[in-house]
């Protein structure tokens, strides 16, 4: 279930490979032990259309909205929320120092009985990487 | 209100007609008896950027946000997911196959003290269409 | 912490300017008087696949979600929705006038024990432009 939904302005793309990011991201949730392999996403959205705080044209954003099933009791959502955050802030530390930039992350939870999945991805894994889910 | 989101990774563009799909998934929406028509609003957003489960090249993912005005009983919003999840998984079919595809679908509920809606394609058919609201 | 995140069909690109449109809202969070100005970050996102209401080829929406640190009463929330729906509804006069468009605004508060946030334009801000604040 874990989604990891990264929204960032365009002007960081000269900055920040944020394909890596992407891929550091997936690798820490899950590194978090909270997660299972098979269910973690993680995509990014570039907004091309933006306004931010002061309209200095130097700013620049990114939030991660991370959406979970619902059930992990409250220590374990921030242990995880806090292990991103310092993934994401190693990865933008050099936009955090300009005093252009805006980093925020929340989780936000799923209601289990108005939600469904469909994911033979981890009928795959069970099969061929049993060591990785 | 009731709004249909759809994110999906880049790589699904070859093999499935996501503008079909918003099509699709517009009707299932209208036939669920649940959403009057003026206010059904499917979109998708592509991710050109993303990181799935373990990696694979070929993974993909498809999921699917329904936000709706708050007030309809669990039965009905159960009944409602239950079809359009349906609706999708006979759109994503082929992927459901690979073993390399994660579909999902929830419904979010919007607080009707915090929100707001000008909406006068209501009027319009209305007008012009009474038996298809 | 206040997000505006603008979705939009791609048809609107013709006849609003979006851009100016974020710049406006960036104001309009401002001037609310609620949101501290180095947190307010506006963003639009185009989707180029949509499929609305009857299916009508004119057809077109835009819906703005607000996401706020929790904490403020309703009052508080509904006047700052209230103010910026005025503000939408000028940005958007011309296509309310059609019976194509819909126009919607949500507002959701975000769970302060399960976010994070690093945001140096609060120091810059402070540093250089007190007033502003």
Redesign the interface.
Same mark, same amino acid.
């Given at each position: 279930?874990p989604?990891l939904?990264?929204?960032y302005?365009a002007n960081l793309d000269p900055r920040v490979d944020?394909?890596a990011a &992407?891929?550091t /991201?997936?690798v820490a949730m899950i590194r978090t032990g909270v997660f299972p392999?098979?269910? =973690?996403? =993680?995509?990014?959205?570039?907004?091309?259309?933006?306004? /931010?705080?002061?309209?200095h044209s130097d700013?620049a954003?990114a939030?991660l909205q991370i959406?979970i099933g619902s059930g992990r009791d /409250?220590a374990t959502?921030?242990r995880a929320?806090?292990a991103l955050?310092q993934e994401a802030?190693a990865i933008f530390a050099e936009e955090?120092?300009?005093?252009?930039?805006? $980093?925020? /992350?929340?989780? &936000?939870e *799923?209601?289990a009985?108005?939600?469904?999945?469909?994911?033979? *991805?981890h009928?795959? $894994?069970a099969l061929t990487?049993p060591s990785?889910k």
């Amino acid at each position: 279930m874990p989604h990891l939904i990264i929204e960032y302005s365009a002007n960081l793309d000269p900055r920040v490979d944020m394909a890596a990011a &992407c891929e550091t /991201l997936r690798v820490a949730m899950i590194r978090t032990g909270v997660f299972p392999c098979a269910g =973690v996403r =993680v995509r990014a959205h570039r907004a091309e259309l933006f306004s /931010l705080a002061d309209a200095h044209s130097d700013n620049a954003f990114a939030h991660l909205q991370i959406r979970i099933g619902s059930g992990r009791d /409250l220590a374990t959502r921030r242990r995880a929320g806090e292990a991103l955050m310092q993934e994401a802030q190693a990865i933008f530390a050099e936009e955090l120092l300009t005093g252009y930039f805006a $980093l925020s /992350l929340e989780i &936000c939870e *799923i209601d289990a009985a108005t939600s469904w999945k469909a994911n033979p *991805i981890h009928a795959r $894994l069970a099969l061929t990487e049993p060591s990785e889910k």
